[in-house]
């Protein structure tokens, strides 16, 4: 893993964990002191992070942490409800073993960030499947959408949402796997609403208040 991927990562799950808040600044040369790198590969990293959606880089500020509203992540997570149970029938159509086989590599992967704690990578493996499922569809417009979206709830699960947004508590993939294998259109179009209210019924819509981050402890090596 590089040290940029590496830098990534830490930050990443310092937002997605809540040490950084939805609004906290990210000053270049603090974070640039903190990892002991120069600030241009700071910059690289957030630019990263900014065409995600989790940070925001403004002319004359620099970064911060993004601060999606309580109405947007509403919005995002209805559409999803709206949009995603509709792609099944498409989907089913081009179902086959081998799908079956890649996305339920995908659970395994899912269930392990879960038992090791890893907020971060669950929120990603999350939206990964998600998408995933949307292109096999074979709607590349619609999929796309979908994919913006699913980075979207990525940003609003690092703000408002709990471990249980990502758990087994929301419904596990595999059961929606075990229902796709079995041709089963009307009851994975339902799995799926019911999955995604779920979700956004965990999200704690509070706002969070930045504190004085010590960026020097919180990613000390």
Known sequence: MSNDEKIYQQILKAIVEHQLPPGARLPED???????????????????????????????????????????AIEVL???????????PELLQHWKPIHSKRFRDMVIE?????????????????????YELAALSGNRVIASFVEQLCYRSSLILAAYGTKGSVSCDCGDHAQLLDILDNGEPDIAQ?????HLQHIKASLILESKTEENIDFQRLFAH
């Open 110 to 130: 899912e269930r392990h960030a879960e038992e090791q704690g890893q907020l971060a990578d669950s929120i990603q493996l999350t939206a990964r499947f998600h």
């Open 30 to 72: 603090r974070l640039s002191e903190a990892f002991g790198v120069s600030r241009t590969g700071i910059r690289k990293v957030l630019q990263r992070l900014a065409l995600e959606h989790f940070v925001v880089i403004a002319k004359n500020k620099g970064a911060q942490v993004n601060n999606p509203s309580k109405e947007e």
């Open 190 to 194: 339902q799995w799926m609403k019911q």
């Open 78 to 88: 209805n559409s999803r409800i709206l949009i995603e149970p509709q792609l099944v």
